[in-house]
């Protein structure tokens, strides 16, 4: 049960886009469609901002949007603003029937 | 308003035990799916533990198998983890989550709890 691969960081302008992704096997991100992401403030409880790969919660912005090409989803922020600025987490649901989270991607809004 | 809010937390020694509760609100309980997501302050999210509706499905990240016991009280809108033989490895923030529903199996965790600091040490 090894953590997915996200990359530690990534930074952009704000109105820029930026994408996130999220690296796995065929036995958790590439085998099903259960993937969601959440933004984390530092010292906030995680926030849900996509599930099953590309929905989006009611009342999240549809600047945020999520995908999946076989074992690597991705998360795409569009229209960057300072606000968005926060740690991001894929998670994914295993041919195990349990959970896996990525190790998280720090976005910096420059 | 759906509320989680955990409790339990604490300081223990390394093989010492701790049980976390995780109290409901603004929901009917009984039909989700909840979880537990453990986080070292600075560090990323991992999955811990999950239990259906009713409590008789259960599932849990290999590190904390044969040590942690997740469960709930439907009647109490409660859900619990027993934490047995602790490590210091162990040492988190601990929340719990909910999850899908029976009839709705989707993978996303859209209510969080605040979280309950477990520190593991002597």
């Known amino acids: 049960q090894s953590a997915l691969t996200q990359p530690a960081s990534v930074s952009g302008s704000p109105g820029q886009s930026i994408t996130i992704s999220c690296t796995g096997t065929s036995s958790d991100v590439g085998g099903h469609d259960y993937v969601s992401w959440y933004q984390q403030h530092p010292g906030k409880a995680p926030k849900l901002i996509i599930y099953?790969?590309?929905k989006r919660p009611s009342g999240v912005s549809n600047r945020f949007s999520g995908s999946k090409s076989g074992n690597t989803a991705s998360l795409t922020i569009s229209g960057l603003q300072a606000e968005d600025e926060a740690d991001y987490h894929c998670s994914s649901y295993t041919s195990s029937s349990t959970g896996l989270f990525g190790g998280g991607t720090r976005l910096t809004v420059l | 308003e759906v509320q989680l809010v955990e409790s339990g937390g604490g300081l223990v020694q390394p093989g010492g035990s701790l049980r976390l509760s995780c109290a409901a609100s603004?929901?009917?309980?009984?039909?989700?799916?909840i979880h537990w997501v453990r986080q070292v302050p600075g560090k990323g999210l991992v999955w811990v533990s999950r239990?259906?509706?009713?409590?008789?499905?259960?599932y849990y990240v290999d590190s904390v198998k044969g040590r942690f016991t997740i469960s709930r009280d439907n009647a109490k809108n409660t859900l619990y983890l027993q934490m047995n033989s602790l490590r210091a490895e162990d040492t988190a923030i601990y929340y719990c989550?909910?999850?899908?529903?029976?009839?709705?199996?989707?993978?996303?965790?859209?209510?969080w709890g605040q979280g309950a600091l477990v520190t593991v040490s002597s």
């Open positions: 603004g929901f009917t309980f009984s039909n989700y799916w």
């Open positions: 239990i259906n509706s009713d409590g008789s499905s259960t």
């Open positions: 989550a909910r999850g899908a529903t029976a009839v709705d199996p989707t993978w996303g965790f859209d209510y």
């Open positions: 099953d790969v590309s």
